[in-house]
């Protein structure tokens, strides 16, 4: 069974940076797709970004692209996300997602695809 535990959020003013992190257990197999999500009350989750736990190829949302870099620790079975030049639209619960991927190492860009799920850890962004 896969679980996933989320930290690193917290309050940060505008053009700050935050990193989070997934510490995942569970991973029995080379390929699993991990993405961070994240959700304002009201909206659906969102995508963000997204890494192929084996070959470590990496996928951004538009919106973070050039901001945010995600990536893994593969010693410490942890994905993290940097954030840098934080927005107040940036704001949100984020989620880390896994899930078991296919032989290519294909990555997953909706909610709907993913099984697991972390906690989720609030960032928040002051202007």
């Known amino acids: 069974q896969v679980r996933l535990v989320d930290s690193g959020g917290g309050l940060v003013q505008a053009g700050g940076s935050l990193r989070l992190s997934c510490a995942a257990s569970g991973l029995i197999y080379s390929r699993y797709a991990i993405a961070w999500f994240r959700q304002v009350p009201g909206k659906e989750r969102e995508f963000v970004a997204a890494?192929?736990?084996?070959?470590?190829?990496?996928y951004y949302a538009e919106s973070v692209k050039d901001r945010f870099i995600i990536s893994r620790e593969k010693a410490k079975n942890t994905v993290y996300l940097q954030m840098n030049s934080l927005k107040p639209e940036d704001t949100a619960v984020y989620y880390c997602?896994?899930?078991?991927?296919?032989?290519?190492?294909?990555?997953?860009?909706?909610?709907?695809?993913?099984?697991?799920w972390g906690q989720g850890t609030q960032v928040t962004v002051s202007s």
């Open positions: 997602a896994a899930q078991l991927s296919d032989y290519s190492g294909s990555v997953y860009y909706t909610q709907a695809a993913y099984a697991y």
């Open positions: 890494i192929s736990w084996g070959a470590g190829s990496t």
